[in-house]
Antibody
Framework: QVQLQESGPRLVKPSETLSLTCAVSNYSISNGYNWGWIRQPPGKGLEWIAS???????YYNPSFKSRVTISVDTSKNQFSLNMNSVTAADTAVYYC????????????WGQGTLVSVSS | DIQMTQSPSSLSASVGDRVTITCRASQYISDYLNWYQQKPGKAPKFLIYAASSLHRGVPLRFSGSGSGTDFTLTISSLQPEDFATYYCQHSYTTRWTFGQGTKVEV
């Protein structure tokens, strides 16, 4: 069973960059699938942020404009998210997930990590 | 972007009840509609893809239907472990969006 685990700072200052990594185990990222980030502000719903294919093809939610970068490191079997110029509105639980191609559903999720933006 | 609207936002039900949740897309999405279940403090769990296909291991009391813009998730006989929040997600374009969620509570 594929497993995903998010890691990164739990507290980020306003205007700085949020950086998260998702380590994938029991499945090689190079074997296929998209790999994505979804977030959930406290008490609110799910919001897709970005996805990436192992070859480097990227998909971004236009709501984040140019603030977000997703990348993949197949040698470490992990992928990452960078979000710059964060504000308190970016406080959320951030999930990484595996996403199928063609039907584009998220079939395996990490446990999530709460990132707070505060000075 | 395609907007997904769920109704109701919450509902009260009892064990054994038949529960139906609706998801409406702001434009035609064929059957590119997926459903997830989320329990408090946990990651979402994938339930249904392509509007009506159950993911492996999902109990048969769950079913999905619909096409075009209107979709439903039905739980035929609600079990104690089914009290959770349910989300729909379209996959018709590569700008994926979720519904706002429907909380099923006692």
């Amino acid at each position: 069973q594929v497993q995903l685990q998010e890691s990164g700072p739990r507290l980020v200052k306003p205007s700085e960059t949020l950086s998260l990594t998702c380590a994938v185990s029991n499945y090689s990222i190079s074997n296929g699938y998209n790999w994505g980030w979804i977030r959930q502000p406290p008490g609110k719903g799910l919001e897709w942020i970005a996805s990436i294919y192992h070859s480097g093809t990227t998909y971004y939610n236009p709501s984040f404009k140019s603030r977000v970068t997703i990348s993949v490191d197949t040698s470490k079997n992990q992928f990452s998210l960078n979000m710059n110029s964060v504000t308190a509105a970016d406080t959320a639980v951030y999930y990484c997930a595996r996403q199928t191609q063609v039907l584009w559903y998220f079939d395996n999720w990490g446990q999530g990590t709460l990132v707070s933006v505060s000075s | 972007d395609i907007q997904m609207t769920q109704s109701p936002s919450s509902l009260s039900a009892s064990v054994g009840d038949r529960v139906t949740i609706t998801c409406r897309a702001s434009q035609y999405i064929s059957d590119y509609l997926n459903w997830y279940q989320q329990k408090p403090g946990k990651a979402p769990k994938f339930l249904i893809y392509a509007a009506s296909s159950l993911h492996r291991g999902v109990p048969l009391r769950f079913s999905g239907s619909g096409s075009g813009t209107d979709f439903t998730l039905t739980i035929s006989s609600l079990q104690p472990e089914d009290f959770a929040t349910y989300y729909c997600q379209h996959s018709y374009t590569t700008r994926w969006t979720f519904g706002q969620g429907t909380k099923v509570e006692v």
